[in-house]
């Protein structure tokens, strides 16, 4: 979840960096009030700390450049946040003066405040850099495909660099020490889906040289759903790159827009949403599994495998609407199979409620495209060429083209390509502000839309 939050920069954790800086200095403020002051002064050496902290905000947007990436460096650390704590130091001394008012407050406070907050700064420094480095180890795992000797440099430069971590490749040329290689060699035929999902390969690179097939590999590369770079020498495409790393311009074919703070706060809703729903919903679900025990016995709860994030299989959880049966098929209207309790349940999507688990197990999402089963998903890739597209996100308890009414079951392709659509225009213009919106939508239509 971490590594998706940082797939494309790593301003988050610049921003919580930020805001541990200041509450380190608000902890040594008072630890060093604690010890030398009475707690009749506390208002007003609560305000120093206060103007203090205003003016390292203020000159930590003066001096602010936009980094994509942390800086674990410690000399970074001495030449930003020391410097700045002590610079905002010098602006209160200076303040004080003007005001007359540097008699009130103490030399002895202000020492051990001093030390306090650098040592805080320092080990809050420390701390960072230890989770920074846990996180990096854990962080997208990359597959690449181009020339051998081109692999073969991009590795030997990259890997210095332990952002980035390439698990397999796929070499467009054949050449005889290729099977040498530091890591594993696959290939690019039918099978590719599923060894990207048994190497969780997160990210393709394509490394481009002047002799490249593009279009065939993207036609290959069409029906998996997983984020895709175009990888240039310098020399080579100079415009209109997104970022250039080591000498390599980065152009981004078709990445994920789930990443960064906004994904932050959609991960903050699914959690918030998800507990409460799922409270609500817990003497619900207890009552109509008593329902289906007492109709049909055991078991109470359905799993089924579907297709999640990237086209990994996830086990989604549902309250069992059916009579126990080995068919595959998707129900339909007057469908034999459905319990009588059954009917009432898939009517107002009670059998889906168990799903609040899964957003909790982090598996799926409040707001996403509606997950099918395996065995349909391969079906309904013969149909729509680039179905699996829509797996380029969690999938969702509701979504998009469920509020355009295209929810329950599929009779025929024009719905099926509708709710593809809708599906992949939700990815493209997804923000928070949608997703609340698609949340309170389905809230309106619980009680009011039939599924079959």
């Not at 001495?78 to 003007?98: H, M």
């Not at 890591?183 to 690019?188: M, N, P, Y």
């Not at 759903?225 to 981004?252: Q, V």
Request: net charge positive.
């Amino acid at each position: 979840m971490i590594e998706k939050i940082l797939q494309k920069n790593e301003e988050v954790i610049n921003y919580f960096y930020f805001f541990t800086k200041n509450l380190m200095i608000m902890i040594a403020s008072f630890l060093a009030f604690k010890i030398k002051i009475s707690d009749i002064f506390f208002l007003e050496y609560l305000q120093l700390v206060l103007i203090l902290i205003i003016v390292i905000v203020l000159l930590e947007i003066s001096l602010y450049k936009k980094n994509r990436f942390y800086n674990k460096s410690l000399i970074f650390f001495l030449k930003n946040d020391l410097i700045q704590l002590f610079l905002s130091i010098l602006v209160i001394i200076f303040i004080a003066a003007i005001f007359k008012v540097t008699d009130f407050y103490s030399r002895i406070w202000l020492f051990l405040f001093i030390i306090f907050s650098s040592t805080f700064l320092f080990l809050n420094k420390l701390f960072f850099n230890f989770f920074y480095k846990k996180i990096i180890t854990s962080n997208i795992l990359t597959k690449i495909i181009g020339n051998f000797e081109d692999c073969k440099n991009l590795i030997k430069l990259f890997n210095k660099d332990n952002r980035f971590h390439f698990r397999a490749c796929i070499f467009m040329d054949n050449k005889k020490d290729a099977k040498y290689f530091p890591i594993q060699k696959i290939s690019l035929d039918s099978t590719l889906g599923q060894k990207l999902i048994f190497y969780e390969i997160a990210q393709i690179w394509i490394l481009h040289s002047e002799n490249f097939n593009k279009i065939n590999i993207m036609d290959k590369l069409n029906t998996i759903p997983i984020d895709i770079r175009n990888i240039y020498k310098s020399d080579m495409h100079k415009e209109h790159y997104i970022e250039n790393i080591h000498g390599y311009n980065i152009y981004e074919t078709s990445l994920s827009p789930f990443y960064g703070f906004n994904y932050l706060i959609k991960i903050i809703i699914d959690y918030l949403f998800g507990l409460l729903f799922l409270t609500i919903s817990i003497p619900i679900i207890l009552f109509f599994g008593l329902l289906i025990f007492i109709e049909d016995g055991k078991p109470i709860f359905f799993r089924q495998k579907r297709h999640g994030w990237d086209g990994r299989v996830i086990n989604i959880l549902k309250l069992r609407s059916l009579k126990i049966s080995n068919s595959e098929n998707q129900v339909k209207k007057e469908d034999k199979r459905v319990l009588k309790v059954g009917k009432f349940i898939r009517r107002f999507s009670i059998d889906e409620l168990p799903q609040f688990i899964n957003v909790l197990k982090g598996d799926m999402s409040i707001v996403g495209p509606r997950p099918h089963s395996t065995i349909h998903n391969d079906q309904f890739s013969q149909k729509i060429k680039g179905f699996m597209q829509r797996h380029r996100c969690k999938p969702g308890l509701t979504g998009l083209a469920q509020m355009k009414g295209y929810r329950g079951n599929i009779e025929n392709k024009h719905q099926l390509q509708q709710r593809y659509e809708y599906d992949m225009l939700y990815i493209k213009k997804w923000s928070p502000i949608l997703d609340l919106k698609i949340i309170l939508q389905t809230m309106f239509k619980f009680l009011f839309q039939k599924a079959h």
